[in-house]
């Protein structure tokens, strides 16, 4: 059956921009491509290869998914309905689904040689299930002192894996807004970066781009996404002769009214950047805003702050 819009509909549906903008299946891989790109020449370029490799197990895991969809249809349509993210990683996570993707994980570690990522992979092997859970509650609720560094970015990387898988396998995903601008529509974990997009229905758009499940969704640009002010907002970038004035391909939107930032990249500059590996690897531009007294609100789950 066909619907009839009104004369109103019509214009407000031919100006209404996408919401979503869905990861692609090879986000690992595109990821891990990225991270390998940006490590050379990059005072953290070791940690960004180690990263790039999690990457690339992330996409073997999401390629064979340890696990199924913890969501069933009925759930889905009635968090949909509701206005709720139908991967809440407040309640997923407590109830352990990911868990089977953490020692999926750890299994293409069985025969790594001895230093510290060894000896985070045998911390997490000797750990029980409640511990593994209760460092993982720790890590989404932003309770980065209740989980040791060296384990952040093995528990992330399996947490990651599994939302976007998840995300990936619901069916045609009609999400909605959340409470908040900086809030997932899909698991309901905060945004880690934001991303001006420069082809075709998304051509200009912000996105922001979720820390966990990678879901990226549409907030309008020029309005902070904590406080919703646009009053004097200004964007900060790291020096760098090869890039006019105003064309940083990164750039973080500061926001005097609430002393928070959010970093976002703008693809007309660099059409390869990608949120969580541009993330990493301007940490430089975080040390700065942090001494200028601005605040970071958005989780990177393959790092500790501080």
Same mark, same amino acid.
């Given at each position: 059956?066909?619907?009839?819009?009104?004369?109103?509909?019509?214009?407000?549906?031919?100006?209404?921009?996408?919401?979503?903008?869905?990861?692609?299946?090879?986000?690992?891989?595109?990821?891990?491509?990225?991270?390998?790109?940006?490590?050379?020449?990059?005072?953290?370029?070791?940690?960004?290869?180690?990263?790039?490799?999690?990457?690339?197990?992330?996409?073997?895991?999401?390629?064979?998914?340890?696990?199924?969809?913890?969501?069933?249809?009925?759930?889905?349509?009635?968090?949909?309905?509701?206005?709720?993210?139908?991967?809440?990683?407040?309640?997923?996570?407590?109830?352990?689904?990911?868990?089977?993707?953490?020692?999926?994980?750890?299994?293409?570690?069985?025969? %790594?040689? %001895?230093?510290?990522?060894?000896?985070?992979?045998?911390?997490?092997? %000797?750990?029980?299930?409640?511990?593994?859970?209760?460092?993982?509650?720790?890590?989404?609720?932003?309770?980065?002192?209740?989980?040791?560094?060296?384990?952040?970015?093995?528990?992330?990387?399996?947490?990651?894996?599994?939302?976007?898988?998840?995300?990936?396998?619901?069916?045609?995903?009609?999400?909605?807004?959340?409470?908040?601008?900086?809030?997932?529509?899909?698991?309901?974990?905060?945004?880690?970066?934001?991303?001006?997009?420069?082809?075709?229905?998304?051509?200009?758009?912000?996105?922001?781009?979720?820390?966990?499940?990678?879901?990226?969704?549409?907030?309008?640009?020029?309005?902070?996404?904590?406080?919703?002010?646009?009053?004097?907002?200004?964007?900060?970038?790291?020096?760098?002769?090869?890039?006019?004035?105003?064309?940083?391909?990164?750039?973080?939107?500061?926001?005097?009214?609430?002393?928070?930032?959010?970093?976002?990249?703008?693809?007309?500059?660099?059409?390869?950047?990608?949120?969580?590996?541009?993330?990493?690897?301007?940490?430089?531009?975080?040390?700065?805003?942090?001494?200028?007294?601005?605040?970071?609100?958005?989780?990177?789950?393959?790092?500790?702050?501080?």
């Amino acid at each position: 059956m066909s619907t009839i819009l009104e004369p109103g509909q019509i214009e407000a549906s031919a100006v209404m921009p996408p919401f979503l903008h869905l990861p692609p299946a090879n986000l690992f891989t595109l990821r891990a491509m990225r991270l390998e790109y940006l490590a050379e020449g990059n005072a953290l370029g070791d940690y960004l290869r180690l990263v790039a490799r999690l990457c690339r197990i992330q996409q073997q895991l999401v390629d064979n998914p340890p696990g199924a969809l913890p969501v069933v249809d009925e759930r889905q349509r009635l968090c949909i309905s509701h206005g709720l993210p139908p991967l809440a990683a407040d309640s997923l996570v407590r109830e352990g689904p990911w868990l089977a993707w953490l020692q999926a994980l750890l299994e293409h570690f069985s025969n %790594e040689p %001895e230093g510290l990522l060894a000896e985070a992979v045998r911390s997490l092997c %000797e750990a029980d299930e409640a511990q593994r859970k209760g460092w993982g509650i720790a890590l989404l609720g932003g309770q980065y002192d209740a989980v040791p560094a060296a384990l952040v970015p093995l528990i992330g990387a399996a947490l990651q894996a599994a939302w976007s898988s998840w995300l990936l396998a619901l069916p045609e995903p009609e999400l909605k807004p959340a409470g908040s601008l900086a809030q997932c529509p899909a698991c309901g974990s905060p945004a880690m970066a934001g991303m001006v997009r420069n082809r075709g229905k998304h051509n200009g758009l912000r996105y922001l781009a979720c820390s966990l499940c990678s879901c990226e969704w549409h907030v309008v640009r020029v309005k902070c996404v904590y406080c919703e002010s646009s009053k004097g907002l200004r964007y900060s970038n790291l020096e760098d002769d090869r890039h006019a004035p105003g064309k940083a391909p990164l750039r973080a939107e500061c926001c005097p009214g609430c002393q928070t930032y959010l970093k976002q990249s703008y693809l007309e500059n660099d059409a390869a950047a990608e949120p969580l590996a541009d993330d990493l690897a301007s940490l430089a531009l975080d040390m700065r805003l942090d001494d200028e007294g601005l605040h970071r609100l958005a989780p990177n789950l393959m790092l500790a702050p501080g």
